[in-house]
């Protein structure tokens, strides 16, 4: 409750992924026009769009603060998971913690930097870490021992359900698929959990991924069309394979130390530098814990041994694969519970009294302090009962049958509801970097802007220069010249005094 009262009134999240796709994913989906658009949103106009749906149908029910609330608490409720974790990591060996050291490491955990990034959002990856959190609460049981089938089912299928809504979540099956085979004593239990993880994730990935993979396979001859289109081969994806290389390391040595480099660099796995040392802090002790299991000189639970293994597969997963910061909140959530483990472990007794826990709440206020969240593009609530997103374009009949791109680096779709139905969307000069992702789908979502038996129009964000560059874009990638003098200012509740859409007016350069 108190978290979802924090994101209503903290100012609302209108960064890059909610305009460029996440409200326009899900309007497309509820209203049925996604196989009629020609990807206004580039390459992640083919994600599933079922989470985004039920964004966007609250959105368009409830007040914009509401909604804010709700999301909110939901990505609250990692703090009583983590809580729940958190005792049965630092009692190990069958004391109970003192309470002041659980919730300051809890807490510590629960206020890393992915949570006031995703706070007041429309994005899911707060509710991803909550799946994965819960799933964690399964698999290590509250008194030791193994998982009964029940647990690692009923984990498997919340993981499986997180994997379908949004493949990158990839991460955490991989840490998952580690700790569950791990934490069983022997081979043939070994044998008998993967059975059932495997079972029970693939049905939970079907149920949320299925349809839409099968929607994609029809469309295109991929389930997750553009992406690995090396193994699909589909012939309107990429040739060969494509992902977002802007912030994965260069080799394998880059890779072991890329955690240290980018606690000083934020911007190595993400769009803006931050300051946050909980990933350090778990990339540090799951080695340790594992070290003193290796020695035997130590007792170290089976549970924690499993999530330091785990920990470390998903980390080295994410670094190969996304190396982008918010697919991994989790790592972050759990680096100081990591941490406070890893020393309970070697020194059983060493957190009991009173002085002990207090240098861990202050350690813990220290470590608050020094995070520093990354730069956010937000905009505070003008009303109590307004909408999340608006969008008003002015005299909007004329865009009937017209063909309209949605054109630049920076995004524009979210303003697509607004135009006519019988309007062509579009897109046109993506920014370079996804370029590669719909190459020869170009062909396709070019063809209404050259045939010439529509206008057509551009609408583009107006900020720090990127209009100009690109009406310039559009000019010499597309041969689109852009009447700048007759573009038009749309009104929405996104806008700022730096950032403004405007619709204009295009044509082709015979």
Not at 65 to 78: K, P
Not at 268 to 294: N, S
């Amino acid at each position: 409750m108190g978290f979802g009262a924090f994101s209503m009134i903290l100012p609302r999240d209108a960064s890059y992924d909610i305009v460029h796709y996440h409200l326009y994913n899900g309007w497309a989906f509820v209203n049925g026009t996604a196989s009629g658009d020609l990807a206004p949103a580039e390459m992640h106009s083919f994600l599933n769009p079922y989470w985004q749906a039920l964004v966007w149908q609250a959105t368009q029910m409830l007040p914009g603060r509401l909604v804010a609330f709700i999301f909110g608490g939901l990505q609250g409720l990692i703090l009583p998971a983590l809580y729940a974790l958190t005792r049965r990591l630092l009692g190990p060996h069958g004391q109970a913690p003192r309470a002041v050291v659980v919730w300051s490491v809890t807490l510590a955990g629960f206020l890393c930097v992915g949570q006031f990034v995703m706070a007041a959002s429309l994005r899911n990856d707060g509710l991803c870490a909550l799946i994965f959190l819960a799933s964690l609460l399964a698999l290590i049981p509250r008194h030791g021992g193994t998982p009964s089938p029940g647990m690692l089912a009923g984990a498997s299928l919340l993981l499986g359900l997180s994997l379908g809504l949004k493949p990158t979540n990839a991460i955490y099956v991989a840490g998952f698929a580690i700790m569950a085979l791990a934490i069983m004593p022997n081979w043939g239990l070994r044998g008998r959990a993967a059975i059932i993880c495997a079972v029970s994730g693939l049905f939970g990935t079907l149920v949320t991924g299925g349809p839409w993979a099968w929607h994609l396979w029809s469309e295109f001859g991929n389930p997750i069309f553009p992406i690995a289109n090396d193994v699909f081969a589909a012939p309107m994806g990429p040739d060969g394979g494509f992902r977002d290389e802007r912030y994965l390391p260069s080799g394998i040595l880059d890779a072991v130390v890329r955690p240290f480099l980018f606690l000083f660099d934020g911007e190595l796995v993400h769009e803006a530098g931050f300051f946050d040392p909980r990933f350090q802090m778990a990339y540090l002790a799951a080695p340790a814990i594992l070290a003193m299991a290796a020695s035997k000189s130590i007792q170290v639970p089976r549970g924690l041994v499993a999530l330091s293994l785990g920990l470390l597969a998903l980390i080295a997963t994410w670094t190969a694969v996304f190396s982008i910061s918010r697919y991994a909140i989790g790592v972050w959530m759990l680096g100081p519970v990591l941490a406070a483990a890893a020393i309970t472990t070697w020194r059983p007794r060493i957190l009991d009294g009173a002085r002990p826990a207090l240098y861990v709440a202050l350690s813990a206020g220290l470590l608050m302090v020094v995070t520093k969240p990354p730069h956010l593009r937000r905009l505070a609530w003008t009303t109590w009962t307004g909408p999340y997103v608006s969008v008003e374009v002015p005299q909007a009949d004329k865009y009937a049958g017209a063909v309209v791109a949605f054109s630049g680096d920076f995004p524009s779709a979210f303003t697509a509801p607004a135009f006519p139905e019988s309007a062509i969307l579009t897109h046109a000069v993506p920014a370079p970097w996804s370029t590669p992702a719909l190459a020869p789908y170009r062909e396709i979502y070019i063809r209404p802007l050259l045939q010439g038996d529509r206008p057509v129009y551009g609408v583009i964000l107006d900020t720090q220069g990127h209009f100009e560059r690109t009406v310039r874009r559009l000019a010499s990638v597309e041969r689109l010249i852009v009447d700048v003098a007759a573009c038009e200012t749309l009104t929405t509740s996104l806008d700022s005094k730096t950032a403004v859409w405007r619709i204009c007016p295009m044509a082709f350069a015979e």
